[in-house]
């Protein structure tokens, strides 16, 4: 496993099952350092595939996060059966996009 190595296959399956948080300083800090050491150079172009997947890992996370707020935020606020009638509707907008 070659897990050490930033941006190999296996830091990428470590890096998904970390929790939201401590991926998403990961992910930031690998996005800074392609920018920061490819910028201005030909390997700009090549480090925009790690960027395009870097960025997509990050909102990815950030949608997790976002999405548990709501949860927990409708569930300590509305009563029972008002959560799940919006938890309903919510997966059925899910299925819609």
């Known amino acids: 496993m070659n897990a050490s190595k930033?941006?190999?296959?296996?830091?990428?399956?470590?890096?998904?099952s970390m929790p939201p948080s401590e991926a998403l300083q990961h992910l930031n800090d690998?996005?800074?350092?392609?920018v920061r050491h490819n910028q201005g150079t030909p390997e700009y172009i090549a480090a925009a595939k790690d960027l395009i997947k870097v960025n997509a890992e990050i909102k990815r996370f950030n949608l997790m996060l976002d999405n548990?707020?709501?949860?927990?935020a409708c569930r300590n606020v509305?009563?029972?059966?008002q959560f799940?009638?919006?938890l309903a509707e919510k997966r059925i907008l899910e299925g819609l996009k």
């Open 68 to 72: 548990g707020r709501w949860y927990n």
């Open 78 to 81: 509305l009563p029972p059966e």
């Open 30 to 34: 690998f996005r800074a350092s392609l």
């Open 84 to 86: 799940d009638a919006v």
């Open 6 to 16: 930033v941006g190999s296959s296996d830091w990428w399956l470590v890096i998904q």
